[in-house]
C-alpha cells in the first residue's frame, strides 16, 4: 500500500514537472507575424540570402519565423503539389519534395499561395527562374537549416539550437498518408493534375 502511494505520488510530482515546464515555454506562433515572415522571405532574394536576412533577429523572432516555416512547409505537403515537382525535376523522392517545398516557400507568399489553390500555377514559377539548373534549382535543402545556422554562428555552439528549442512551443507535425490522384507510371494522370506544367515541362525536365 505504501509503495502505490510512492507511485502515486511519484506519477503526480512527474505530471506537475511536465506542466511547469510547458507552461513555461514561449508560444513560438506569437512571436512573428505571418505578414513580418513573408516580409523576409520577400527580402531574401527567393532565399539566396536569407541567413543575412536572419541575422538581425532575436531569438524570439528566430523561433517564430522557425514557426511560418514548419507550418509551411506541412501545408505544402500535398499531392498536386508532389505532381508539380515530379514532372519538372523528372522524378521526385520523399527527401527530394522536401526540398522543392523549401525551394517554394522561398518563392514568396504570392507563389506558395497560389501553388496551394492550384499547384499547376507553378509553371509560371519555373519559367520565371533565372538560374533553374543552378542557384535557383527547384531544391534548396540547406533553406531548412538557416534558423540553426543563424543562432550557431552566433552563439559559436553547433547545438544550442536544440537546447533553446526547449523554451519554445512549436507544432510537431505528422504528415498524413497522402491519396495520390496520379501515377509515376501513367504520364496521362500527371497531366490530368498539372496540364501546364506537363505540357512544358515534361520533356524538359530540369
Not at 144 to 164: F, K, L, M, P, S
Not at 165 to 185: A, R
Request: net charge negative.
Amino acid at each position: 500500500e505504501l509503495f502505490d502511494e510512492f507511485l502515486t505520488l511519484l506519477n503526480e510530482l512527474n505530471i506537475n514537472n511536465y506542466n511547469i515546464k510547458h507552461s513555461m515555454e514561449k508560444d513560438a506562433s506569437k512571436l512573428m507575424t505571418e505578414r513580418t515572415f513573408w516580409s523576409i522571405i520577400e527580402n531574401s532574394d527567393r532565399g539566396h540570402n536569407l541567413e543575412e536576412c536572419l541575422s538581425p533577429l532575436s531569438e524570439d523572432e528566430l523561433f517564430g519565423f522557425r514557426y511560418w516555416w514548419d507550418y509551411f512547409v506541412h501545408k505544402t505537403y500535398k499531392q498536386d503539389i508532389w505532381a508539380a515537382a515530379y514532372i519538372v525535376l523528372g522524378g521526385c523522392s520523399d527527401d527530394s519534395f522536401d526540398y522543392f517545398r523549401y525551394w517554394l516557400i522561398a518563392q514568396g507568399h504570392e507563389a506558395v499561395y497560389n501553388a496551394l489553390a492550384n499547384a499547376d500555377s507553378l509553371c509560371d514559377v519555373f519559367d520565371g527562374l533565372e538560374d533553374p539548373e543552378g542557384e535557383d534549382y527547384p531544391e534548396q535543402e540547406d533553406l531548412d537549416y538557416a534558423v540553426q545556422n543563424v543562432i550557431a554562428r552566433r552563439t559559436g555552439d553547433i547545438d544550442y539550437y536544440y537546447e533553446a528549442l526547449e523554451n519554445y512551443s512549436l507544432p510537431t507535425y505528422e504528415e498524413e498518408e497522402i491519396e495520390f490522384e496520379w501515377d509515376e507510371d501513367d504520364e496521362e494522370s500527371l497531366r490530368d493534375v498539372c496540364p501546364r506544367i506537363f505540357d512544358r515541362w515534361w520533356d524538359n525536365q530540369l
